[in-house]
């Protein structure tokens, strides 16, 4: 198989990118090319920007029949990726047990928070960008597939912010991640160092749950 490098744009995922150009994903990720992109890359689906996966040579278009003063119908099954959250209001309390729906996606989604305050739900891989809509007001936009790999700054960041933990605005980024990586590592009973370390990095990703 003629193999072709690919760089990761922000949103990218294995799934997504196997819709998008006609692979097969299993396939493609267990490919040699890939080997080394598999060694730092535990999860296909948490990809950074930059990383460069090796993709088939695009095959060429199959044109579709069309019969001229008739009706011409098409269907095509769309793949789903799952979506999962951790509701907390600004104090970091759940949201718990809150009805929602999903917009942004072509049959809407309806579900309800549970007392954890977690949700669930499965999108087309397509979905760039949806919005949680709750019954009883307010929203949460959500980006679909932006979710960088937790050994990189902005994925452990972003982590961490879900979870609650935040750091003065004042503070300059780097110390500002330190500091909340100490202040999960603490709450975890890991050693308190302010590094990702892999044992930080796998505490973090389990009470995540991405």
Do not use: C
Not at 60 to 85: C, E, I, M
Not at 87 to 114: C, F, H, Q, W
Not at 117 to 126: Q, T
Not at 150 to 172: C, F
Request: charged letters at 20%.
């Amino acid at each position: 198989m003629s193999m072709r490098p690919y760089v990761i744009r922000q949103g990218d995922y294995l799934s997504q990118l196997a819709y998008r150009f006609g692979f097969d994903a299993t396939e493609v990720w267990n490919h040699s090319s890939n080997e080394a992109l598999r060694r730092v890359r535990e999860n296909p689906e948490v990809l950074a920007p930059g990383d460069v996966l090796f993709l088939p040579q695009a095959p060429p278009r199959r044109p579709l029949t069309v019969n001229d003063g008739t009706t011409n119908r098409f269907s095509a099954n769309v793949p789903t990726t799952h979506v999962s959250l951790k509701l907390r209001d600004p104090e970091g309390r759940p949201i718990a047990n809150k009805a929602y729906r999903v917009t942004g996606t072509p049959a809407e989604i309806t579900g309800s928070s549970d007392g954890e305050g977690n949700v669930s739900f499965r999108v087309p891989v397509h979905s760039g960008e949806v919005r949680l809509v709750f019954d009883e007001g307010g929203s949460v936009r959500v980006n679909v597939g932006h979710m960088d790999p937790v050994q990189t700054a902005s994925g452990a960041l972003k982590r961490l912010q879900h979870l609650g933990y935040q750091a003065p605005v004042s503070m300059e980024p780097e110390y500002a991640l330190q500091m909340m990586i100490m202040r999960f590592q603490r709450d975890h009973g890991l050693t308190v160092n302010g590094t990702m370390d892999d044992p930080t990095a796998s505490a973090l990703v389990s009470a995540h749950q991405s």
